[in-house]
T-cell receptor, first 115, second 114 residues
């Protein structure tokens, strides 16, 4: 089955700096890659996703890049703010026709943005 | 803004008791997932359903856990008997709308087994 590895497990940055979280996946058939943000005591929330027919996607201060050849994808957060402090999870799915396929999650990255 | 709902939000019980957690998926979503989250294990998939049919429950301890979807608006996860090692946050997520793989999580049930 699919295996997703995520690094680093913890990341501390100064406010205003950029943060990068990296994930690798094992199954070349994977074609959907979402990122979730989970604040303490809250539910994981989708912040951005990318499909395998796209190499990069941006949404304000957040961007995700995908390298299908190398089987890795990354989350980039620019101009970090204290409210970006949370655990971030990457995930991958093999998108069989019909949708609703299961996601394989990475182990999470605890991001701390320091003032 | 439609959301997945879960009840109860918090449950404290004693070892050996039965625990039932409930989830209402977003209307129109045909897939429901149950996850368990602990500090040590991250997000662990327990079971999932598509169009109310169980697709995969390989992540679930079969001797004590059971998951069902009695109708399209209700999914249940039951633990009988509960053990202290079951203490965790249990999340339900739904998805599948429009043929996508995007999942939306409920607020979770925090279970403590004493």
């Amino acid at each position: 089955g699919e295996n997703v590895e995520q690094h680093p497990s913890t990341l501390s940055v100064q406010e205003g700096d950029s943060a990068v979280i990296k994930c690798t996946y094992s199954d070349s058939a994977s074609n959907y890659f979402p990122w979730y943000k989970q604040e303490l005591g809250k539910r994981p929330q989708l912040i951005i996703d990318i499909r395998s027919n796209v190499g990069e996607k941006k949404d304000q201060r957040i961007a995700v890049t995908l390298n299908k050849t190398a089987k890795h994808f990354s989350l980039h957060i620019t101009e970090t703010q204290p409210e970006d402090s949370a655990v971030y999870f990457c995930a991958a799915s093999i998108g069989f026709t019909g949708g609703g396929n299961k996601l394989t999650f990475g182990t999470g990255t605890q991001l701390k943005v320091e003032l | 803004d439609a959301r997945v709902t879960q009840t109860p939000r918090d449950k404290v019980t004693e070892m050996g008791q039965e625990v039932t957690m409930r989830c209402q998926p977003i209307l129109g979503h045909n897939t429901v997932f149950w996850y368990r989250q602990t500090m040590m294990q991250g997000l662990e998939l327990l079971a999932y359903f598509r169009n109310r049919a169980p697709l995969d429950d390989s992540g679930m301890p079969k001797d004590r856990f059971s998951a069902e979807m009695p109708d399209a608006t209700l999914a249940t996860l039951k633990i009988q008997p509960s053990e202290p090692r079951d203490s965790a946050v249990y999340f339900c997520a739904s998805g599948g709308q429009g043929g996508t793989d995007t999942q939306y999580f409920g607020p979770g049930t925090r279970l403590t087994v004493l």
